[in-house]
C-alpha cells in the first residue's frame, strides 16, 4: 500500500502569514503525460465533514479561496496558504488514489492553530 | 444542492452486524460513484470502500483490511447508498461518512457522518 506521510503533525501560524504543509507518497503519483497527479487535499473543520480543497495536486475546487494553492508532483507535495485567517483553523489531509488496483489512502492530518 | 444523509449507527457489541444507509438527493444518483469513509474517535481518515455507477459496471472495491467483511451496495430506484458490516470489531468503532467519489479518487461530497460504537 501508498503510504501518505505528512509534516509537520501541527504548525501555528500567525494571523495573514504563511502556513505550508508538506505531503510525502511512498510511491509515485503520477499519472499519464500530463503532469498530473492523484493526489487531493481536504479541509476538517471541528465537528464537521472534511471539505475538498484542491485535486490533481494543484486544482483548486469551485469556491477555494485563492489563497489556497497546492504543488508539487511525483512524490513531494504542498498545500500552501497564504494570508492566514482565523477559519482556516482546522486539520488538513492529503489524499491519494492509485488505480491498480484500486486504493486510497490518507496522510496522518495536520492540525494548523493560529499562533 | 447535493445532500448526504447517513443513518443506521449506533452502539452494538463485537460479533454483531449492522447496516448503515446513506440517502442522496440533489444530484443524479444512478451516475455517481460513491464511498464510505470512516474515521475513528480522535483519529485520522480510513478510506472504506468505492461502489461505481451501474452503467459503469456497479464494480466495488475496498480497503485491505475491511474486505472480508464489509460489503457496499445501492439502490438507484431509492437514491440510496448502503454499507453491510458484518462481525464488528471493537476497532470498527468510528464515524462513518458516505461521499460521491470521482473517478481519479477525489471525495467532492459528504455527509456528515453516523456514529458507530462497538462495545461489548
Known amino acids: 500500500d501508498i503510504v501518505m ?14 502556513a505550508t504543509i508538506n505531503c510525502k507518497s511512498s510511491q509515485n503519483l503520477l499519472y499519464g503525460s500530463d503532469n498530473d497527479n492523484f493526489l487531493s487535499w481536504y479541509q476538517q473543520k471541528p465537528g464537521q465533514p472534511p471539505k475538498l480543497l484542491i485535486s490533481w495536486a494543484s486544482t483548486r475546487e469551485s469556491g477555494v479561496p485563492e489563497r489556497f494553492s497546492g504543488s508539487g508532483s511525483g512524490t513531494d507535495f504542498t498545500l500552501t496558504i497564504t494570508s492566514l485567517q482565523a477559519e482556516d483553523v482546522a486539520v488538513y489531509y492529503c489524499q491519494q488514489y492509485s488505480s491498480t488496483p484500486p486504493a486510497i489512502t490518507f496522510g ?6 493560529i499562533k | 444542492d447535493v445532500q448526504l444523509v447517513e443513518s443506521g449507527g449506533g452502539l452494538v457489541k463485537p460479533g ?67 454499507l453491510q458490516i458484518n462481525s464488528l470489531k471493537t476497532e470498527d468503532t468510528a464515524v462513518y461518512y458516505c461521499t460521491t467519489i ?6 467532492d461530497n459528504w455527509g456528515q457522518g453516523t456514529l458507530v460504537t462497538v462495545s461489548s
Open chain 1, 108 to 113: 496522518q492530518g495536520t492540525r494548523l492553530e
Open chain 2, 102 to 107: 470521482r473517478w481519479f479518487g477525489s471525495f
Open chain 1, 5 to 18: 506521510t505528512q509534516s509537520p503533525d501541527s504548525l501555528a501560524v500567525s494571523l495573514g502569514e504563511r
Open chain 2, 16 to 82: 454483531e452486524s449492522l447496516r448503515l444507509s446513506c440517502a442522496a438527493s440533489g444530484f443524479i444518483f444512478k451516475k455517481a460513484w460513491m464511498s464510505w469513509v470512516r474515521q475513528a474517535p480522535g483519529k485520522g481518515l480510513e478510506w472504506v470502500g468505492r461502489l461505481k455507477s451501474t452503467s459503469d459496471g456497479g464494480t466495488t472495491d475496498y480497503a485491505a483490511p475491511v474486505k472480508d467483511r464489509f460489503t457496499i451496495s445501492r439502490d438507484d430506484s431509492k437514491n440510496t447508498l448502503y
